[in-house]
């Protein structure tokens, strides 16, 4: 069997794209149009440098926007501080007393936790926001 140039371009596409899917890797899909770009240009019949060409340059653009899109948004806070993944934070509970070293036992969602005061100044009893969670420990400040 005999491929002709949009066949392969084709391919290389769609190989790009499997490739995408096993690895989560979104930067292929933009190679993957460098790839269909190639394969329309071949359509068109350009020669093979006029194919390579469309590939690369619409490949790298894509590529390029991608990543200059990506870095103009603002960063997500960490996984233990972020509301988004963890819907503890934000949340109030009250701190009866705390021990010298800023730890304490609150009740919260039924079941004791081990507290950890983060905010400024010291640990007074009272409300308080959590800010974090580590591991099976809440942190805290002030409400």
Excluded: C
């Excluded at 993944?85 to 705390?98: M, P």
């Excluded at 036992?105 to 507290?115: D, E, I, L, N």
């Amino acid at each position: 069997m005999d491929w002709s140039a949009p066949t392969w371009w084709w391919a290389a596409a769609g190989s790009l794209v499997a490739v995408e899917l096993a690895t989560g890797t979104f930067y292929l899909l933009m190679l993957a149009l460098g790839a269909a770009a190639g394969a329309v240009a071949a359509h068109a019949g350009l020669a093979a440098s006029g194919q390579v060409l469309a590939a690369a340059l619409v490949g790298a653009g894509a590529t390029a926007a991608w990543h200059w899109k990506r870095a103009r948004q603002p960063q997500s806070a960490p996984a233990d501080r972020n509301p988004d993944v963890n819907l503890d934070v934000g949340q109030r509970l009250v701190v009866d007393a705390w021990n010298a070293d800023g730890t304490a036992r609150a009740h919260y969602r039924g079941a004791a936790w081990s507290v950890r005061f983060t905010g400024s100044g010291a640990p007074l009893p009272g409300e308080h926001v959590i800010v974090g969670v580590v591991g099976s420990q809440l942190h805290v400040s002030r409400a």
